[in-house]
């Protein structure tokens, strides 16, 4: 498949190392402030939080960009200017420009989203009935880069410190970027005009989005609410596009994404705490001893890119190929069905363990190939069905939503993730247990029951 599609070639290895920059973050992030910064667990969960809800929910903003004043290009371009500036920066400076660092990174990673995926839409025609195979092909990328850079950045972090992870993720950003600028044109040419205007436009864009992201990340309450007010104002919006609509067919399909888009919040809800708190019950709860070596906490994440990357390759050639139509209901439901199976791996773990005792490795590595696989089913479909249900003029702004779904989701995990939060996990392991099992479980059994209801709602929203 890589041999025989540029554009998708050419996507594989531009998210590779875009998304092993990602990787550093989601790995060192609430390790680096609790461990190096003594910042409180409370505290770090939600400037975590903050930090990738913005990361994600952006793209909403640089998706109209992207279709309005500058094309996919331009605007991925600028995302990587972000990041490398706002890795070097939290390099070299750390404390001192936390927060600006903090900025451009969430800036980055919110241009880059939509703009590279728009990018590879641009290479399919309209209803193609194997755009779901070519995204998840695509997507092996991003848990190929993922696993290199989280298994690493544990290691790194331990043995050479944070800041050398953190250049080590913005010399990703680089080589991404170089990609980019030598084969870009193996994209097809958009039909962007330029003008004075769109630049100034692009600009101010640009300028006051930094102003917010640099004082929402400050304050995580006050960015939770904006992404629940966006997300109303967002979801009506939809439906006012759906009445809109030029025929029944369009309504239905843009009635179809809306509820994909609420899969996805579910699913984030659930997988971001797997970088916030899992990350912690590894530090602590887990014991992370194999053939007596000690294994990073920041490196456990890596289990979770090890089973995209095996259940992306499997289902793309098992399943994905061999089916004539892109199954998006199917595979969304069982994505939320192997999810639930996730979050209650933990609940079953700590039960079948001693009281107060830490938790047997092997049961990390069932959660997160039950979350991978969930993610696999989820994500990438997600991108390709903003490609089946919505039209090219509103394409970009439908994944930049598609992202903002995730970045809700987020946004729900901050407030989970308090949930689990006990005095000194690591003298007191059973009543952190305790908090850890009570709250999978419950999510375990919400995500299951949305997922019934959510299919039944989608079968009813027939398309053709």
């Not at 205007?197 to 609410?225: D, E, W």
């Not at 994905?320 to 996730?342: E, M, P, Q, S």
Request: glycine content about 6%; overall charge positive.
């Amino acid at each position: 498949m890589l041999i025989k599609n540029k554009p998708v070639t050419l996507t594989f290895f531009i998210t590779l190392f875009q998304t092993m920059s990602t990787g550093v973050m989601f790995s060192l992030t609430v390790l680096y402030l609790t461990l190096s910064l003594n910042v409180s667990e409370a505290e770090a969960y939600m400037l975590n939080t903050a930090l990738f809800s913005l990361f994600y929910c952006l793209p909403l903003i640089s998706g109209m960009v992207a279709d309005k004043f500058l094309d996919a290009k331009r605007t991925l371009i600028i995302g990587q200017l972000f990041s490398i500036v706002g890795f070097f920066t939290l390099a070299s400076m750390g404390t001192n420009m936390l927060v600006v660092s903090l900025s451009c990174i969430a800036i980055g990673g919110a241009f880059y989203l939509p703009s590279i995926w728009k990018l590879l839409h641009s290479c399919f025609p309209e209803h193609n009935s194997k755009r779901s195979y070519y995204f998840t092909v695509a997507y092996i990328s991003l848990a190929t880069g993922g696993m290199i850079s989280t298994f690493s950045s544990g290691f790194i972090a331990d043995h050479f410190g944070y800041h050398t992870a953190f250049y080590i993720g913005g010399i990703y950003n680089v080589i991404a970027l170089v990609l980019f600028i030598l084969f870009h044109r193996i994209y097809p040419r958009s039909s962007y005009q330029f003008s004075l205007a769109k630049i100034g436009y692009s600009v101010c864009i640009l300028i006051l989005t930094f102003a917010a992201v640099h004082y929402l990340i400050q304050r995580p309450n006050t960015a939770a609410m904006v992404i629940y007010i966006a997300a109303i104002a967002l979801f009506f919006y939809f439906l006012y596009l759906a009445k809109t609509a030029d025929n029944a067919n369009q309504t239905k399909g843009i009635l179809k994404f809306v509820i994909l888009c609420l899969i996805c919040v579910t699913y984030w809800s659930i997988a971001t705490l797997s970088q916030t708190n899992i990350t912690l019950f590894s530090q602590y709860n887990l014991n992370r001893y194999i053939f007596g070596i000690i294994y990073p906490a920041g490196s456990v994440i890596t289990f979770w890119y090890i089973s995209m990357f095996i259940c992306a390759i499997a289902v793309s050639t098992l399943w994905y190929r061999n089916i004539k139509h892109n199954a998006f209901d199917l595979k969304f439901f069982i994505g939320l069905v192997v999810t639930a199976i996730a979050g209650i791996t933990i609940p079953i773990s700590i039960g079948l363990s001693a009281s107060g005792a830490q938790v047997a490795f092997f049961w990390i590595i069932i959660f997160f190939f039950f979350l991978g696989f969930g993610e696999i089913l989820i994500h990438p479909n997600g991108s390709a069905a903003a490609g089946e249900y919505i039209t090219e003029k509103n394409r970009g702004f439908a994944l930049g939503a598609w992202e903002f779904s995730s970045g809700l989701g987020v946004a729900i995990s901050g407030k989970l993730s308090i949930l689990t939060i006990t005095d000194d996990k690591q003298t007191n392991l059973l009543l952190s247990n305790q908090a850890y099992s009570r709250t999978f479980l419950y999510i375990a059994i919400i995500c299951f029951a949305f997922g019934v209801v959510t299919y039944l709602v989608n079968r009813l929203l027939k398309t053709h």
